[in-house]
């Protein structure tokens, strides 16, 4: 995951939209001239195009010269830069390596102060034992605008092939825990109170074992205090 260009890019977004939305101010209104079938609700219309001042069409994706400065990159001044995302090789010969890795935003220790969590990949010889594993960072918020890697004291490096993260409060003790979903076994890291994690996946009977990417934590009308996990596992053709 690179940081400083997905920042870069939501401001970049976030600039054509602001003058998108200028442009639209100017623009004459149009007719919806979309043939309506009975029984089939449209929610858009047709919309002439936007364009800038050199009559590119904004609204295709195009630029403009000038405009307010919404966000800056502060990840390397944060702290945020030394940590590296892995997955695989960079020929990404297989599946795996192409996709991943999830990140939370959760406050973990319950101080009032956003950190973060971030999943992380692996490769073939850190699974098989020949090198280091790639480990996950949670980053700890020091309140000052910069973050500390804090991953291997609260014990939740994961050290496997990670893809996603979900946070909920499975038992409702007011401390919010992490699911990490993995290529392999998955880990449900129960929140210690004191800045550490256990992982008690085995004992909650939610390791599993194969292949799981997305997770979330819902409630269900029967038990609605009790969050529910949710999993999404890729479905593999034999
Ligand atoms: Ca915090
Ligand atoms: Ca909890």
Same mark, same amino acid.
């Given at each position: 995951?690179?940081? @400083? !260009?997905?920042?870069?890019?939501?401001?970049?977004?976030?600039?054509?939209?602001?003058?998108?939305?200028?442009?639209?101010?100017?623009?004459?209104? /149009?007719?919806? #001239?979309?043939?309506? #079938?009975?029984?089939?609700?449209?929610?858009?219309?047709?919309?002439?195009?936007?364009?800038?001042?050199?009559? %590119?069409?904004?609204t295709?994706?195009g630029?403009?010269?000038?405009?307010?400065?919404?966000?800056?990159?502060?990840?390397?001044?944060? *702290?945020? /830069? %030394?940590?590296?995302?892995?997955?695989?090789?960079?020929?990404?010969a297989?599946?795996?390596?192409?996709? @991943?890795?999830?990140?939370?935003?959760?406050?973990?220790?319950?101080? *009032?102060?956003?950190?973060?969590?971030?999943?992380?990949?692996?490769?073939?010889?850190?699974?098989?034992?020949?090198?280091?594993?790639?480990?996950?960072?949670?980053?700890?918020?020091?309140?000052?605008?910069?973050?500390? $890697?804090?991953?291997?004291?609260?014990?939740?490096?994961?050290? !496997?092939?990670?893809?996603?993260?979900?946070?909920?409060?499975y038992?409702? $003790?007011?401390?919010? $825990?992490?699911?990490?979903?993995?290529?392999?076994?998955? !880990?449900?890291?129960?929140?210690?109170?004191?800045?550490?994690? /256990?992982?008690?996946a085995?004992?909650?009977?939610?390791?599993?074992?194969?292949?799981?990417? @997305?997770?979330?934590?819902?409630?269900?009308?029967?038990?609605?205090? #009790?969050?529910?996990?949710?999993?999404?596992?890729?479905?593999?053709?034999?």
């Amino acid at each position: 995951m690179n940081w @400083g !260009r997905s920042i870069a890019a939501r401001a970049l977004l976030a600039v054509v939209c602001a003058a998108c939305l200028a442009a639209q101010e100017k623009a004459e209104p /149009t007719q919806n #001239t979309q043939p309506q #079938t009975p029984g089939v609700v449209s929610t858009g219309g047709a919309h002439a195009a936007v364009f800038d001042s050199e009559k %590119r069409p904004i609204t295709a994706g195009g630029f403009v010269d000038n405009g307010p400065v919404i966000f800056q990159d502060i990840s390397e001044k944060a *702290g945020l /830069t %030394r940590w590296r995302h892995v997955m695989g090789t960079p020929e990404d010969a297989f599946i795996i390596e192409t996709v @991943g890795s999830g990140v939370a935003l959760l406050d973990y220790d319950n101080d *009032g102060w956003l950190d973060i969590y971030l999943v992380n990949g692996s490769t073939y010889d850190a699974m098989s034992g020949k090198t280091s594993p790639p480990h996950a960072a949670l980053f700890h918020n020091n309140h000052d605008g910069t973050f500390t $890697d804090v991953a291997q004291q609260a014990g939740v490096t994961n050290d !496997r092939w990670g893809f996603g993260v979900a946070v909920g409060d499975y038992e409702n $003790d007011g401390w919010p $825990d992490l699911y990490v979903t993995n290529f392999g076994k998955n !880990r449900l890291y129960h929140n210690n109170h004191d800045g550490t994690f /256990t992982d008690v996946a085995e004992k909650a009977g939610v390791a599993l074992g194969n292949w799981s990417t @997305g997770a979330t934590f819902g409630a269900s009308s029967l038990l609605p205090s #009790t969050p529910l996990l949710l999993l999404w596992e890729p479905i593999i053709p034999a």
